[in-house]
């Protein structure tokens, strides 16, 4: 094993860590729609949100770092270049981390000053970390940067993925530097905000997990390179084409023109269409040759983050960016069902995918199947689809009656909030989220327990899907 994927493993560790921290304010946060008073000047919504929301973000970001230490080594048959500098990085990571999360549980009321953007709270949705903590994870990302580019001129060698991912890196750091700007001008500060929320989360990740993921399928399926690589530049032309059309989408209440509402609300349904192709191609590549795979956790995970990137990220995402719905579902519950749906489909179950690449090379079993795996599969995705489709019923009954009916009044606002269709999907969020945790659980002791080998399991690729 390289150091680098010992450091990957790290990576992994934590970002396991995160999730499980992500879930635990997320059910928290849904018992406060439940319970509005509950742990009243004690524990701020808004603080539960945030720890929610950001630890997404983090636990994410730290999975891909760590997938990128895990393949490039393999991908160019050297050593990551810097690895002492990303092994110290790592630790700063994670006390920035640290960090703030016990400044956003002590501090959670303050005065809006210059010294509570720089070691408070930015007030800026999705990037509430202050200025300092930005500063860290700037300086992380620059080495990872750093760490990428070095080994590949080391290496003397280029991939098509390698490629993709060095040009990745580029938008990956700089898009981030809009985390750091304070307009005074509100339309102005969220334009560009949504600059950061869509190119970097959603547009550069989408690169940057295509990238892992082809080097997931090359190594789990045996998938050809030239099938992986070419719908690899297929995303990246269509990040470059729709992935910015596609933020008109965000623009509709920011005083932005009126052209927006068209442009955005159908190229924003375009993204997740080349990471499907992938999955599609290289499963029925697999059939056609009759390749086998060896690690069906890993096998099943892929084809999920297909199909759920492609309905959560695409269906749900054009069911409610068109600008004659998005004007009744704007801010919404529907809104939240999207993002559960969008980020569970195109990143966390293909992060799962690689956790179980690693656990095999880890063990040393020749192959990955003794079926506890299932009891996690299946509890993840029954809690995300229940909390998607409760999320959707509150959402859209909040669209029609609160919106289309009542007029976006603060009594309308009330009134729904007390419709009992509204609190049957608030209910069934909450329920499946608990059935969500429980799928948590059970891949956590899967990851940590010592797997047995399964010959059977070694079966065709082809009918491992069945």
């Known amino acids: 094993m390289y150091r680098s994927q010992r450091l990957s493993l790290r990576y992994y560790t934590a970002a396991i860590t995160l999730f499980g921290v992500m879930i635990l304010f997320g059910l928290l946060s849904a018992l406060y729609y439940v319970f509005p008073s509950m742990l009243f000047e004690v524990l701020n919504f808004s603080t539960s949100k945030i720890l929610h929301i950001d630890t997404l973000v983090i636990w994410l970001l730290m999975a891909f770092l760590g997938a990128v230490y895990w393949y490039l080594p393999q991908e160019l048959e050297h050593e990551v270049v810097g690895i002492r500098l990303a092994e110290a990085t790592f630790w700063v990571f994670c006390a920035v981390v640290a960090v703030v999360a016990v400044v956003f549980l002590v501090v959670q009321i303050g005065d809006s000053t210059a010294f509570t953007l720089w070691f408070i709270n930015q007030g800026r949705k999705y990037v509430e970390a202050p200025r300092w903590a930005s500063i860290g994870v700037v300086v992380v990302m620059g080495v990872f940067a750093?760490?990428?580019?070095?080994?590949c001129v080391k290496a003397r060698r280029m991939t098509g993925v390698t490629w993709?991912?060095?040009l990745d890196l580029i938008p990956l750091l700089a898009v981030y530097m809009d985390a750091f700007p304070a307009d005074e001008n509100m339309s102005r500060d969220l334009y560009w905000w949504w600059w950061l929320v869509h190119m970097w989360v959603e547009s550069t990740w989408e690169v940057l997990i295509g990238c892992i993921m082809a080097m997931?399928?090359?190594d789990v399926m045996g998938t050809s390179r030239r099938i992986v690589e070419t719908w690899l530049y297929i995303e990246v032309m269509l990040v470059l084409?729709?992935?910015?059309l596609g933020l008109g989408h965000h623009y509709f209440w920011i005083g932005t023109p009126e052209y927006w509402l068209s442009i955005g609300g159908f190229f924003s349904a375009l993204e997740p269409l080349p990471l499907l192709g992938m999955v599609v191609h290289a499963v029925y590549d697999a059939g056609e040759h009759r390749l086998r795979t060896v690690n069906r956790p890993a096998f099943f995970w892929i084809t999920t983050e297909a199909f759920?990137?492609?309905?959560g990220a695409g269906v749900w995402g054009f069911m409610m960016t068109l600008p004659?719905?998005?004007l009744f579902s704007h801010g919404t519950q529907?809104?939240?069902s999207h993002g559960h749906f969008a980020f569970y489909g195109a990143y966390v179950c293909g992060v799962i995918a690689v956790f179980y690449v690693a656990k095999q090379k880890t063990s040393g079993v020749a192959c990955l199947d003794d079926r506890f795996w299932k009891w996690g599969y299946g509890l993840l995705n029954i809690g995300m689809v229940g909390m998607v489709m409760g999320l959707l019923l509150a959402g859209i009954t909040q669209a029609f009656y609160g919106r289309a009916i009542g007029g976006s009044t603060l009594m309308a606002f009330t009134q729904v909030s007390e419709n009992p269709w509204f609190l049957s999907g608030i209910w069934a969020r909450l329920l499946f989220g608990i059935v969500f945790a429980a799928g948590y659980v059970a891949l956590v002791y899967d990851l940590l327990r010592k797997p047995r080998s399964n010959a059977v399991g070694a079966g065709e690729i082809a009918g491992a899907a069945t």
């Open 334 to 336: 529907w809104t939240v």
């Open 164 to 166: 993709v991912l060095v």
């Open 308 to 311: 759920l990137n492609f309905i």
């Open 241 to 244: 084409g729709a992935g910015i």
């Open 146 to 151: 750093y760490n990428v580019v070095a080994t």
């Open 324 to 326: 004659q719905i998005n």
């Open 216 to 218: 997931v399928l090359m």
